[in-house]
Every structure is written in structure tokens, then in C-alpha cells.
């Protein structure tokens, strides 16, 4: 059974919530609050494995809420529930397991809890849902796509790529369009021979064959399969000290 907090300070929506988590069958709710202060400390004392999170709160943002409890040692997984769509972008970016919007439709919230059981079932059960081990594990990342849970060995992956807030992992013979954001997946790579070199790129450096010089000290990396990828001037000595050049 998943246990859950609810954020939100309309208390027509908690409830709505809150019945649509207790007739799925799957989810204890232990607690809920209008506000940030009140959400820090009952999340701190229970901690939920999630936490349904409204972006505007009425003296908060959900937004600042989801960076603290990102630093808690048993930090929950974050569905914003919202009727926002503009800031789906920022919430993936905070590492959100899932955005979904007003008005509850009992089908999508099915589909949420069903999303992460999935990413339950990977890696070590001892592991929150957002721990960045969890899907990784034997050299290999676990990724959904469409649904699906696909398992991609390190050694096969070029490079990762975000656009419009999307990502699509491209290996030497097939790209892959994930669920996950690019954070998301930095995270589970921490300790891999992957390295960021744009806001938008993630490289594994085995599959770098040369690297190009480009206008104003930033370079573009000539990859296995043909691809040129940027590496932009905040990223630049970091990749030198990992290569040595």
C-alpha cells in the first residue's frame, strides 16, 4: 500500500483527491495541508512515499516546496496535481514522478499509481521511488516508454537528449522518446561514464571519437554514430578535466 500526502489549499480539490487515492484501493492518505509550513513538518514526522502537490498555493508555491523536499533524507516522490498546465516544464526539471491536472479524472490517476508501481517493481525494493539508484543497477537504466518499462544498457547509449521539455535517448541504432526528464535521468546516472555538457545534453564519453572546436571556446563532439553533439562554455572545463585536454 503507497502512502501519500495531499498539498493544496482548496479544500474541494483535497477532498476530490483524496477519495479518488482511497477507492483506487492502493494508497493509505496520512495526512494533508493548505500550506507549506504545515506540509514540511507532517511530511518530515510521516514520511509518504508521495506527495500530491498544487503548484499555487495561496501564500506558497508548490514549486519552492518541491526544492525542499527534495533534501529531506527519505525524500518523497512529487505528482504535482494542479490546474496549471504552463509549468509542467519546471515541475519535470524538480524531478517530479508525475503531472496531472484539474479537475481529477479517476482514469489519469489510475494511470499515475500504476506508473509508479512500475518504477517500484525495479532495483532494490528498499529504495524510495525517486532515489536516483533506483531503475539502475547491472549497468543497465530502466526508462518508460509509453508505458512500457525498457531496459537500456549503459554501453548502447550515445547520448541523451531534452527539447521542449521532452527527452529522447538515442542509442547506435535506435532513439527512444522517454517519459523522464532529463534531471531525472542525470540523477541515475550519478557514478556512470556519462557526463552533462549542455543544458540540454547528456554524453557517454566512451562514444566520443572527436571533439571540435567551435565559436567562442565552446566545442561540438563528433560521437560513434555520425551525431555532432554541443558542448556550451559552462560545461567546457568540466569535460577537459574528464579528458584530459
Not at 172 to 201: G, P
Request: aromatic share 8%.
Amino acid at each position: 500500500m503507497l502512502k501519500a500526502y495531499i498539498v493544496d489549499d482548496e479544500p474541494l480539490a483535497r477532498d476530490e483527491l483524496k477519495y479518488l487515492l482511497i477507492r483506487s484501493k492502493q494508497v493509505d492518505v496520512l495526512g494533508e495541508s493548505d500550506c507549506m509550513e504545515d506540509a514540511i513538518a507532517d511530511i518530515h514526522d510521516l514520511k509518504p512515499d508521495l506527495v500530491f502537490l498544487d503548484i499555487e498555493l495561496a501564500e506558497d508555491s508548490g514549486l519552492d516546496l518541491a526544492k525542499q523536499l527534495e533534501n529531506l533524507n527519505s525524500a518523497p516522490a512529487i505528482i504535482f496535481a494542479t490546474a496549471y498546465d504552463e509549468f509542467a516544464y519546471q515541475a519535470f526539471e524538480l524531478n517530479a514522478v508525475d503531472y496531472i491536472l484539474k479537475p481529477f479524472d479517476e482514469e489519469r490517476i489510475g494511470k499515475t499509481l500504476e506508473k509508479i508501481k512500475k518504477m517500484q517493481k525495479i532495483g532494490d525494493q528498499d529504495l524510495p521511488i525517486n532515489s536516483p539508484l533506483k531503475n539502475s543497477y547491472n549497468g543497465k537504466i530502466a526508462v518508460l516508454v509509453d508505458e512500457r518499462i525498457i531496459l537500456l544498457t549503459y554501453a548502447d547509449i550515445v547520448y541523451l537528449e531534452s527539447s521542449e521539455g521532452k527527452c529522447t535517448i538515442e542509442t547506435m541504432d535506435q532513439k527512444y522518446k522517454v517519459s523522464e526528464a532529463l534531471v531525472v535521468l542525470e540523477k541515475k546516472l550519478t557514478n556512470t561514464k556519462f557526463l552533462r555538457v549542455h543544458r540540454s545534453f547528456i554524453v557517454n564519453i566512451d562514444h566520443i571519437v572527436e571533439i571540435e572546436p567551435w565559436f567562442n571556446a565552446t566545442y561540438n563532439l563528433i560521437m560513434k554514430n555520425g551525431s555532432k553533439v554541443p558542448v556550451s562554455r559552462t560545461y567546457v572545463k568540466e569535460l577537459k578535466q574528464m579528458l584530459g585536454f
